[in-house]
Nanobody, 120 residues
Framework: QVHLVESGGGLVQPGGSLSLSCTASGGIFNRYNVGWYRQPPGKQRELVAIMMNNGKTTYADSVKGRSTISRDNGKNTVDLRMNNLKPEDTAVYYC??????????????WGQGTQVTVSS
């Protein structure tokens, strides 16, 4: 069992920056693929950024160039830094980790989410 706790959300002005952090407990963190998703008001959850356990990253087009995902396997953390925030970045942001078990099934865990509101 893996427990994820996000932090760093809040109210940010348009054009501002924020850093989200997620700390994992349980499991073997360096084996996990890690990522951030978000759910805007009234919309479905969507990908923001992911980092595979080999370090390869993927970003949603909407945040590419102004976001950076990073991980620290020694601290069991995955962070998301976003710059030039826009009102459409307003959402609940979720941290997630996943891995394939010995039977080949994808196992994933999610944090409880942290609210990010971009508004003047």
């Amino acid at each position: 069992q893996v427990h994820l706790v996000e932090s760093g959300g809040g109210l940010v002005q348009p054009g501002g920056s924020l850093s989200l952090s997620c700390t994992a407990s349980g499991g073997i963190f360096n084996r996990y693929n890690v990522g951030w998703y978000r759910q805007p008001p009234g919309k479905q959850r969507e990908l923001v950024a992911i980092m595979m356990n080999n370090g390869k990253t993927t970003y949603a087009d909407s945040v590419k160039g102004r976001s950076t995902i990073s991980r620290d396997n020694g601290k069991n953390t995955v962070d998301l830094r976003m710059n030039n925030l826009k009102p459409e970045d307003t959402a609940v942001y979720y941290c997630t980790v996943n891995y394939r078990n010995t039977n080949g099934f994808l196992i994933d865990y999610w944090g409880q989410g942290t609210q990010v509101t971009v508004s003047s």
